[in-house]
């Protein structure tokens, strides 16, 4: 039998949940015996080239680009996971909602104190650059999520966990302090 | 503006537990709390400022920026909406030229939405500065609006006065009380004083048996035994206290409005044998910010009691003690909840305190302390003057006496209704005059949506408990949409925020049933909504959070069919949709959206 394949992506995200990926350390190697990589960050290829077993998501979305690439995963992942607090929530880039879209855009871009260099006062409107959505989404409501694996980013041991758990079929045993930190 | 604060502050003898009435006229002088004055006010109290904005944040009519010179409150309540709301607010939008939520350049004019505001027989109705308008239509309007602009006194800006106290000189308003049918008890005949007299010239334990003994329960919706609080609370030692609930926030209610106006002097006398019988030596009214407009009168009523020996010192020479004050909420649906309203009374956010200990052991001040509805101090004077056996006689075993209903909705009679506990839902509706009935909203957002096929149920503590509320919903309504989502949008405001449960689920609750309403839900989200409800109940403080889910699992329990019409049977359904998101983006960037599908 074929080894099930793996893609991930970031979207509006930091990197920091496949920061968290890399944490697995050694252990890499075992995944990599376990599984074969796609579209991915990891192995950097950039298009899906084939069908995939496991999506791997971190970040949500933000723009139309974000939002295009997810329904892509959707469309070539049978098993899509939202990996950490901004693909489950939002997260940080999420504190703009509930701000006006064209707010966010002036202080970024008119009004900020950062913005000296922009004497033209242009915002970006390139037909090539992604647009940006009213407000940052979560992707569950976007796509269908299958599963989510939590924290800011989710601990290596419990991406490994539950990838371990998908690809063998065994049950998923989470001990309590991976997933909570109080 | 800082002397002026100073000597606000110094009225209340810098007492930091007034603070809810020192930022009451602080607003209602400067049409706002702003940071500078709550600066002021901090350190006359010598509080932290912290102290001032937590308070000041948490009401609704609490403001940081100035309202306008006149500022209009409209009710945004279910009934409200059901009589034509919508078509009042795009007439105010229209001639103001300015949207809900915001206020003209010139700081004439500003509007605001309000829950409740107790006028649910007489809608649309809105509040202009504290004073109330009803039944309000465009035309109306365009007049108020005009009066506006022309500076007139909100007080001019009606002729026709109300019925009975509401044209008393000291309240000059146009409410009507529609008062349909009186009973023994609360509206039946009234000499002032009697009661209390009766209950001075007995012992205050036998006061006590013979509030137990009438059976009396608690007005409010929750039912307990009044006796028995009354009694909890007197074998307490220390200074006690008796506070009389008039927050009457529950969407559909006002029959404490009508009370309020018609039995003020009941309500003291009321308040006044409890004290005796607790033991208690001071009252307070605590009342909500909607009916302000009662002020003077309220005021005026307590002189008269005092003057007539009712209230004050060494009351008809038997050496009892008791006085009242009346304390104003702003706006806050989670202070009708007992222990956020003493809080509130206290001068803080009104925040429910977890239980025990119960009020009757730890209430106002710390201090052993009864709350009871306004329609309970009323009821406890006739059961004084006429005798527990009298009171015991009318009503069904479990439920003594007689019940005040707020009737409104969709009915030709709607108005206050003194009924007899045990009525059915069905003799209700034939006695407002109501057909074509789709559901009835059985003692507001936090009780039941009821069908058709249990009309037959009766209104009684054991069988349909309610504290008074009773909406109609006529088969035109769009019940999911034009109630639930109302109650829910409602709740969602109205949560205090301290539970984690109530503060999210309430407005996951929200979305969920506008995303049905709109068209995007699917089978499973009937089953999560219940689900949530479930654990939304089972995991918050108070009443709010465990009722507030209420309106969606009556509905999806009587009303399944409604939720099936609307629902998808697939797996999965996004609602996002990419050009409405990116819509404004693009329009201040200046490009077009270009959508690939």
Redesign the interface.
């Given at each position: 039998m074929s080894k099930p394949i793996i893609a991930t992506a970031s979207l509006a995200g930091c990197f920091g949940c496949h920061m968290s990926i890399l944490d697995i350390d050694d252990r890499i190697l075992q995944l990599i015996e376990l599984v074969e990589f796609n579209k991915s960050p990891i192995d950097d290829i950039k298009t899906f080239t084939k069908q995939c077993d496991i999506g791997i998501i971190e970040g949500g979305c933000c723009n139309s680009e974000n939002v295009e690439v997810l329904k892509e995963f959707r469309k070539h992942c049978k098993i899509l996971i939202s990996l950490g607090e901004c693909a489950i929530m939002g997260g940080l880039p999420a504190m703009r909602n509930g701000i006006p879209v064209k707010e966010c855009l002036e202080e970024a871009y008119l009004n900020g104190p950062t913005v000296g260099l922009n004497a033209e006062k242009v915002m970006p409107n390139d037909a090539e650059l992604p647009m940006i959505l009213d407000k940052v989404y979560p992707l569950h409501e976007i796509v269908k999520i299958d599963y989510y694996l939590p924290g800011c980013p989710p601990r290596a041991d419990l991406i490994w966990a539950a990838v371990v758990a998908l690809v063998t079929g065994d049950e998923l045993n989470i001990p309590y302090e991976l997933v909570k930190f109080d | 503006m800082k002397d002026r604060i100073l000597n606000i502050v110094e009225n209340f003898e810098k007492d930091p537990g007034r603070m809810m009435d020192i930022l009451l006229e602080v607003q209602s002088e400067f049409g706002c709390v702003s940071h500078e004055a709550v600066s002021i006010i901090a350190s006359a109290l010598n509080v932290s400022e912290v102290d001032v904005t937590q308070t000041r944040s948490f009401y609704h009519f609490f403001t940081c920026q100035p309202v306008g010179k006149y500022a209009v409150y409209v009710n945004n309540s279910v009934v409200s909406c059901m009589k034509g709301m919508s078509e009042v607010v795009d007439e105010f939008e229209k001639v103001t030229g300015i949207k809900f939520g915001s206020k003209t350049q010139d700081g004439l004019i500003s509007l605001h939405y309000t829950a409740c505001i107790g006028m649910s027989d007489q809608e649309p109705a809105a509040l202009i500065n504290s004073v109330v308008f009803t039944e309000l239509n465009r035309e109306k309007v365009r007049k108020l609006v005009a009066d506006m602009r022309a500076g007139k006194a909100v007080q001019e800006m009606f002729t026709e006065l109300g019925d009975g106290i509401n044209a008393h000189p000291l309240v000059k308003s146009m409410v009507k009380n529609n008062i349909r049918k009186a009973g023994p008890v609360t509206l039946g005949e009234y000499t002032v004083g009697k009661g209390l007299m009766k209950a001075l010239g007995m012992d205050s334990k036998a006061v006590i048996t013979e509030v137990k003994d009438s059976n009396l329960r608690g007005r409010g919706g929750a039912g307990f035994p009044t006796g028995m609080k009354w009694d909890f609370c007197s074998r307490e030692s220390g200074d006690h206290y008796v506070l009389c609930n008039a927050d009457e926030g529950e969407p559909g209610t006002f029959k404490d409005r009508v009370l309020l106006t018609e039995r003020a002097h009941m309500l003291f006398e009321g308040m006044a044998i409890a004290g005796y019988a607790i033991g208690a030596k001071e009252g307070i009214l605590y009342l909500r910010n909607e009916y302000a407009y009662l002020k003077a009168y309220m005021e005026s009523v307590l002189t008269e009691l005092r003057n007539k020996n009712i209230l004050g010192k060494n009351i008809h020479g038997k050496g009892f003690d008791f006085d009242i004050r009346v304390q104003y909420g702003a706006g806050a649906y989670v202070c009708g909840e007992e222990s956020a309203l003493i809080e509130s009374a206290e001068g803080k956010r009104g925040e429910p305190r977890n239980r025990p200990p119960f009020p009757v052991q730890k209430g106002y001040k710390n201090k052993p302390t009864i709350i009871n509805n306004v329609e309970t101090f009323c009821s406890a004077v006739k059961i004084i003057e006429n005798g527990s056996a009298w009171y015991k006689a009318i009503g069904t075993p479990e439920s003594a006496g007689t019940k005040l209903l707020s009737i409104s909705g969709d009915c030709k009679l709607p108005g206050v209704y003194e009924i007899v506990w045990g009525m059915s839902i069905k003799e209700m509706l034939d006695m407002v005059g109501a057909e074509n009935v789709q559901a009835v909203q059985v003692a507001g957002p936090s009780g039941i949506c009821l069908p058709p096929s249990q009309f037959d149920r009766k209104i009684a503590l054991e069988d349909l408990p309610t504290g008074g509320s009773m909406i109609v919903i006529g088969k035109n309504r769009d019940l999911l949409k034009d109630v639930v989502l109302n109650f829910m949008e409602f709740f969602a405001d109205e949560s205090c925020g301290s539970c984690v449960t109530c503060r999210s689920f309430n407005m996951i609750l929200k979305n969920s049933i506008e995303k049905i309403v709109e068209g995007h839900g699917i089978k499973k989200n009937i089953d999560e909504m219940m689900a949530w409800s479930e654990i939304l109940r089972k995991t918050t403080r108070c009443g709010l959070g465990q009722t507030s889910s209420n309106p969606i699992t009556t509905t999806i329990k009587n009303f399944k069919e409604l939720y099936d019409m609307r629902v998808k049977d697939v797996?999965?359904q996004?609602?996002?949709d990419?050009s409405?998101?990116?819509?404004?983006?693009?329009e201040?960037?200046?490009?077009?959206?270009?959508?690939?599908e």
């Open positions: - | 797996e999965y996004s609602e996002f990419m409405k998101a990116v819509k404004d983006s693009c201040v960037v200046g490009r077009p959206a270009i959508i690939h």
